[in-house]
Nanobody, 120 residues
Framework: QVQLVESGGGLVQPGGSLRLSCAAS????????MAWYRQAPGKQREWVAD???????NYVDSVKGRFTISRDNAKNTVYLQMNSLKPEDTAVYYC??????????????WGQGTQVTVSS
C-alpha cells in the first residue's frame, strides 16, 4: 500500500506563487504516474497535471504556462510549482499516484488534500 502526504498549500495573493509537494511512502515496488487534481467549492474534482515515471508531463489547458509538475523518483515525491496564481485556482489540491505493489498488484492512492486560496 502507498500513503501520500501533501504539503505546501496556503493563502497567496493573485499573481503569487506556491509550491506543493506530495511524498509517497509505504510498501511498493514502483510508483508509476503521479498526478495533481483539485476541487473547488461546489465543483467536481478536476485533473490538473500528471507526470510519468519517465518524466513526460501533461496539463489541463487552464494551467499551461503557469504550473509545472515535476518529480524526484529517488524521494518518491511529486511537486507542483504554481506561478501567476489566479482566484479561480482556489481549491483543495489532491495528489494521486498509480503504483505497483511488491506482489505485482497495481493500485492507486490519494492524498488528504491541501488547501490553496488565492485572494487579495
Amino acid at each position: 500500500q502507498v500513503q501520500l502526504v501533501e504539503s505546501g498549500g496556503g493563502l497567496v495573493q493573485p499573481g503569487g506563487s506556491l509550491r506543493l509537494s506530495c511524498a509517497a511512502s509505504g510498501s511498493f515496488r514502483s510508483i508509476m504516474t503521479m498526478a495533481w487534481y483539485r476541487q473547488a467549492p461546489g465543483k467536481q474534482r478536476e485533473w490538473v497535471a500528471d507526470i510519468t515515471s519517465g518524466g513526460s508531463t501533461n496539463y489541463v489547458d487552464s494551467v499551461k504556462g503557469r504550473f509545472t509538475i515535476s518529480r524526484d523518483n529517488a524521494k518518491n515525491t511529486v511537486y507542483l510549482q504554481m506561478n501567476s496564481l489566479k482566484p479561480e485556482d482556489t481549491a483543495v489540491y489532491y495528489c494521486n499516484a498509480d503504483w505497483v505493489g511488491r506482489t505485482l498488484t497495481r493500485g492507486g492512492s490519494w492524498g488528504q488534500g491541501t488547501q490553496v486560496t488565492v485572494s487579495s
